[in-house]
C-alpha cells in the first residue's frame, strides 16, 4: 500500500475535520435553529448522520484533551466519551419506557445490539482487516489490558443474573456502577504515556495552546449537543419507518442505531490495524466492550427510574432476556480467547461466524441455542491447559497497576 505523501495526508485529515462537522452542523442547523418539517426518511437519516459525525469529532476531542487534563482525569473522561453516542439513544429509550412499556424491549435491544456488535464484528473487523494487509494471523493483546478483561469478566458473570429475575433494577446500576469506579479507579493508577495523536487531532495540536483549548472545547460541545437533539428523533424515526416498511422494530433499534454510534470507533480501530498497529485497534474496542457493559447497562435502570419517579425495575420479557443470555454467553467466549493475550485469525472468523448466524436463523430457539453454543465453544477452550493457565494469571495480575498506553 502506498504511503500517503505529507501533504496529502495534510489535506485528508483536514477534509476529515470538515465532513465530521457539515454532518453535525447540518442537522443542528435543521432541526436546531431552523426546525425545518422533514419527511420521515430524512427524520431518520440526517439525526443519523449527526451522530455519526459528533461521534468522529468527539473521539477526536477526546485525543485532544489528553494534552490538557491530568491523567486519572482523562481515562474517566474518555470512557464516558468512548460510549456518549451509543449512550445518548439508549438513555433516551429508557427514559420513554417509563411512560410506555413497549419502549422497554427498544432500550434493551439497543444495549445488547451494541454490545454483540464490539465482539462479533468489531474485534473480527480489526484483525481481519490486518491479515488482508501483512497476511500476520494474530495481535498481541497489551498485557495492561488484563485489567479491562478481568473487569469484562466480573460484568459478565453478573450479567447472567439478570435474564434469570427478568429485570434491570437499581440495585444493578449499585453493582456496574460500583464495578465502573473500581476499573476507572485502578486505570488511573498506572502510567499513561503521552497519546501518540494522528490524523485531524494531529493537526489540531499543533494550534497555540490557548487556541488548542478553546477548539478542544468546542468539539466537545457542539457535538454533544448535536448527539442531544438527534437521540430522539432519530429513535422516533427508526420505529416509525419500521412500522411504514413493515420490518420489526426491534431489529432497526437493535442494529441500525448502534451502527451509526459505533461506526466512527470501528473505523478508527480499522485504520490502526492498516497503520501495522492493530494492537491499539482492538485495545480500544476491548475498552469499549468493558464501558458498555458496566456504564451503558447500569444507568439504564437508572433513567428508566428517574423519568418514572419510582424505584420499580424494568421488566424484561422472554425475548429481552433472552437477548442478555445470548449476549453475556458472547461475552465469556470473547474473554476465552483473549485470556491467552492473543486473537488468531481463526477466532476472528468464528466469533464473526457466529455473530452473523444470529441473522440466518433468527428465531428464539436457534438464538438461545446458538447461546448455549458460544458456552460450549468456551468451554472446550479451557479444556486445553494453556488456556485455564491464561485465565488463572488473568485473576492473578488483572487488578494490579501497569503501565498503560493511550
Keep these: ?146 485489567l479491562e478483561l478481568l473487569t469484562l469478566f466480573v460484568a459478565t458473570c453478573y450479567a447472567f443474573v439478570i435474564p434469570l429475575k427478568r429485570t434491570l433494577s437499581l440495585v444493578d446500576t449499585v453493582f456496574f456502577l460500583a464495578l465502573f469506579i473500581v476499573y476507572i479507579r485502578q486505570a488511573s493508577q498506572g502510567h499513561v504515556e503521552e497519546p501518540g495523536l494522528a490524523g485531524p487531532p494531529e493537526r489540531l495540536a499543533l494550534l497555540p495552546r490557548t487556541w488548542r483549548r478553546v477548539v478542544t472545547v468546542l468539539l466537545f460541545l457542539i457535538p454533544a449537543y448535536a448527539i442531544f437533539i438527534s437521540a430522539e428523533p432519530f429513535a422516533n424515526g427508526l420505529l416509525h419507518n419500521a412500522r411504514r416498511l413493515g420490518v420489526e422494530e426491534f431489529i432497526l433499534i437493535q442494529w441500525v442505531a448502534p451502527l451509526a454510534s459505533e461506526s466512527p470507533e470501528f473505523i478508527v480501530a480499522i485504520i490502526f490495524a492498516l497503520r501495522n498497529n492493530p494492537t491499539a485497534g482492538l485495545g480500544t474496542l476491548i475498552s469499549s466492550k468493558v464501558n458498555q457493559w458496566t456504564l451503558l447497562v447500569g444507568m439504564l435502570p437508572l433513567v428508566y427510574a428517574i423519568s418514572g419517579a419510582h424505584v420499580q425495575p424494568m421488566m424484561l420479557d422472554a425475548r429481552q432476556a ?49 447461546a448455549f453454543g458460544y458456552l460450549g465453544v468456551a468451554l472446550l477452550y479451557l479444556t486445553r491447559r494453556a488456556f485455564r493457565t491464561s485465565l488463572g494469571e488473568l485473576f492473578r495480575y488483572g487488578w494490579r497497576t501497569t503501565p498503560r498506553s493511550s
Aim: hydrophobic share 60%; charged share 10%.
Design 1 to 146: 500500500m502506498k504511503a500517503w505523501s505529507p501533504k496529502a495526508t495534510l489535506v485528508r485529515d483536514y477534509l476529515l475535520l470538515i465532513a465530521a462537522t457539515l454532518l453535525v452542523g447540518q442537522w443542528i442547523l435543521v432541526h436546531g435553529i431552523l426546525r425545518l418539517p422533514l419527511g420521515p426518511v430524512a427524520e431518520t437519516v440526517l439525526p443519523g448522520l449527526a451522530i455519526f459525525g459528533a461521534a468522529a469529532i468527539l473521539s477526536w476531542a477526546a485525543e485532544l484533551a489528553q494534552l490538557e487534563i491530568s491523567q486519572a482525569l482523562a481515562i474517566a473522561f474518555l470512557a464516558l466519551v468512548a460510549v456518549l453516542p451509543e449512550y445518548a439513544v439508549d438513555m433516551y429509550l429508557a427514559w420513554q419506557a417509563a411512560k410506555d412499556p413497549t419502549y422497554t424491549a427498544f432500550a434493551a435491544a439497543n444495549m445488547t445490539g451494541a454490545n454483540r456488535l464490539l465482539i462479533g464484528m468489531g474485534w473480527s473487523v480489526v484483525l481481519l482487516a490486518y491479515w488482508a494487509k501483512t497476511r500476520v494471523s494474530a495481535v498481541q493483546v497489551k498485557p495492561a489490558q488484563r
Design 322 to 370: 433472552e437477548e442478555m443470555f445470548l449476549t453475556a454467553a458472547q461475552s465469556v467466549l470473547g474473554l476465552v480467547v483473549l485470556a491467552n493475550m492473543s486473537f488468531g485469525l481463526g477466532e476472528a472468523v468464528m466469533l464473526f461466524a457466529l455473530f452473523i448466524l444470529q441473522f440466518v436463523f433468527p428465531s428464539p430457539v436457534i438464538r438461545t441455542l446458538l
